[in-house]
């Protein structure tokens, strides 16, 4: 029997979140005060050299969406731990839906207080990067690119060896991620230049989007399945 793909491992999917990961990290870095809300790499980096350069006050801008992005990816895994089997709404929708939320105060949080905003967009990416983890099965992070870099850069040399079909397939999977999160970063950095603070409203629509076509293609399966009775 062929293996039916979840709706959260869609690429339709992939690509909406891999836009809003690409816009949180613009709106985070050029909006908040040029720290990361996805890379928390670039994060760990600058907090380094802070400390290295005794600027304490500056290592906290980085410290705490550290700290945040950690409490998201835990609080995805309790929601997927703790969430009821036979309900209408599946669990990684609940973490869009909190996701969300987290994204929509943060456009109403003043400059004075970048911190408090760049944690809670750290948070929804923590959020973001622990419920979806899957496209057609294939691992596939839709807030950072250095993984998906590498694996697809991977599956084309396997291709050019072997002529793997299926490994050609996974590559341009791969890469069509990292354009989509490219273009989020594009879409997020015209934003900014209209809607400042409140460019986040557009990426809370993204996710929202994203919400809905869970539900719409849950709905579809179910009625399918239903006739297969």
């Known amino acids: 029997m062929k293996h039916r793909v979840q709706t959260s491992e869609s690429f339709l999917i992939g690509a909406v979140l891999a836009l809003s990961g690409g816009f949180m990290d613009a709106y985070s870095y050029l909006c908040r005060g040029e720290v990361f809300a996805n890379a928390q790499t670039g994060n760990l980096l600058l907090l380094g050299v802070s400390l290295a350069s005794g600027q304490w006050a500056t290592a906290l801008h980085y410290v705490c969406p550290i700290a ?33 939320l987290c994204l929509f105060c943060v456009c109403f949080i003043s400059q004075k207080y970048n911190t408090a905003a760049n944690s809670l967009t750290s948070l929804a990416c923590g959020i973001q990067v622990e419920s979806f983890r899957k496209i057609h099965g294939n691992q596939i992070a839709t807030t950072m690119c250095i993984g998906n870099l590498r694996s697809a850069t991977q599956n084309i040399g396997d291709y050019l060896a072997a002529k793997d079909k299926s490994a050609l397939r996974r590559g341009l999977l791969y890469y069509a991620v990292i354009l989509c999160f490219v273009c989020g970063a594009v879409l997020g950095n015209l934003c900014i230049g209209f ?15 994203a919400f809905c076509i869970m539900f719409i293609r849950t709905v579809k399966e179910q009625k399918t399945e239903r006739k297969s009775l």
């Open 68 to 100: 945040a992005f950690v409490v998201g990816i835990a609080l995805s895994d309790i929601l997927r731990r703790h969430a009821a089997p036979k309900t209408q709404l599946h669990w990684r929708q609940y973490s869009l839906l909190l996701e969300i």
């Open 195 to 209: 809607l400042a603070e409140r460019a986040l409203l557009v990426c809370c629509v993204l996710l929202l989007a």
